[in-house]
């Protein structure tokens, strides 16, 4: 029996996860051949950031949840770190596989290494070269780490070679996370506002900002918000607010428009019908570039760097930076009927959980 954990621990993750997993249970016999555990670490502990997506994408309880949300970020990766050591100190595994670059990712990577335990980082290799972001930072001690690369692009895998990640060590197969968009897209649903705030197909804005510096700073993130709502030409303009945006909003003094809609964090399902049947997103994530690019939904990033640009140089995303003076000539340009029709990139297919499973089976089952 060989003996996997798989790491989950914040949003992005959960996406992740769940067609690995899928994939690892239509191996046959599985039972007899591997044994999956899952790892919820407690980084997203909010009911809507992190629960509903079990239940949305179908993905099995955890086995063990580790209760290590909030505090500060070296607070969470120390919970978070003592806490998986003393699970596998209990109960050893043979192979830890983590997922994208939160928090949990470093850190239960980490405490694998110390004990000897083989990495495989799933979304290994993207870099935006921008240390003032903490999912930077946590991706390059991860695949600083790892002994198996699963890279999402061609470029994500000359980043590894560069810092002398051996050939043999990556694996170029595609976008997990786009397994699960393709696979529930027949599932998205209609949120329960949609008919309260009258909005209407391809005539309404998605928003979603988090990072810090669009956010922590208040009259940063006020002129943000001013120069969007005004460059919208009055169409509905969604903001499902992350807490931790919400708790900022809360401590300023905004004369927020009609048209800018400010609902709770959405479940998986929700939230994509809103990004699929929008005009246009307007983001600081990262996540959502890819998912608007296989969707075919015009996408503005306001952020200075991207980890993923493919979803500019192939997709439909296009980098607008963190200042204001590129927001107004973007959405003329969008209402103009001028934005980049886009592709879809290489692997992108939803077959990228079945390409990592087989790898890994082949690997430590079938050898």
Same mark, same amino acid.
């Given at each position: 029996m060989f003996h996997i954990d798989i790491i989950a621990g914040a949003r992005p993750n959960f996406m992740k996860v769940a067609p690995i997993i899928h994939a690892f249970h239509r191996l046959n016999n599985i039972s007899e051949k591997i044994q999956l555990r899952l790892i919820h670490t407690g980084?997203?502990?909010?009911? %809507?950031?992190?629960? #509903? !997506?079990? &239940? =949305?994408?179908?993905? +099995? $309880?955890?086995?063990?949840n580790l209760g290590c949300g909030g505090g500060t970020?070296? =607070?969470q990766t120390a919970a978070i770190m003592i806490a998986y050591e003393k699970v596998l100190l209990t109960n050893r595994t043979d192979l830890v596989i983590v997922v994208g670059d939160v928090t949990s990712t470093m850190a239960c990577s980490i405490v694998a290494k110390k004990l000897n335990i083989e990495v495989a980082h799933i979304e290994a290799g993207i870099r935006s070269h921008d240390l003032t972001m903490p999912e930077e930072i946590n991706r390059m001690v991860t695949d600083c780490l790892?002994?198996?690369? !699963? /890279? #999402? #692009? &061609?470029? @994500?895998?000359?980043? *590894?070679k560069?810092?002398?990640? $051996?050939?043999? $060590?990556?694996? !170029?197969?595609?976008?997990?996370?786009?397994? /699960?968009?393709l696979t529930n897209m027949h599932r998205f649903t209609k949120p329960d506002f949609w008919t309260k705030f009258s909005l209407i197909d391809k005539e309404y804005f998605v928003l979603t900002l988090h990072r810090p510096a669009n956010v922590d700073g208040q009259h940063q993130f006020g =002129?943000? *918000?001013q120069s969007i709502v005004k460059s919208s030409r009055n169409l509905p303009i969604v903001f499902p607010v992350h807490p931790? #945006? @919400?708790?900022?909003?809360?401590?300023?003094? *905004?004369?927020? +428009? &009609? %048209?800018?809609? *400010?609902?709770?964090p959405l479940g998986y399902l929700h939230f994509n019908y809103l990004v699929q049947n929008s005009k246009a997103v307007i983001t600081d994530s990262g996540g959502i570039t890819e998912e608007t690019t296989v969707m075919g939904i015009p996408c503005m990033t306001l952020r200075d760097n991207t980890e993923r640009p493919e979803t500019i140089s192939i997709g439909t995303n296009e980098l607008l930076g963190a200042k204001t003076d590129n927001i107004l000539p973007a959405f003329n340009k969008l209402f103009s009927g001028d934005w980049k029709k886009g592709a879809i990139p290489e692997k992108w297919d939803g077959k990228t959980a079945e390409r990592i499973v087989k790898i890994l089976s082949d690997k430590f089952v079938t050898s």
């Open positions: 980084q997203h502990y909010d009911h %809507s950031m992190s629960n #509903t !997506f079990f &239940e =949305e994408l179908n993905i +099995p $309880q955890p086995d063990i970020q070296a =607070e790892a002994d198996y690369f !699963f /890279t #999402t #692009t &061609e470029q @994500a895998g000359r980043n *590894l560069a810092s002398g990640v $051996q050939d043999n $060590q990556i694996f !170029f197969v595609g976008n997990v996370m786009i397994d /699960t968009m =002129e943000l *918000l931790r #945006t @919400a708790k900022i909003i809360q401590s300023m003094n *905004l004369n927020l +428009p &009609e %048209s800018l809609i *400010l609902v709770e």
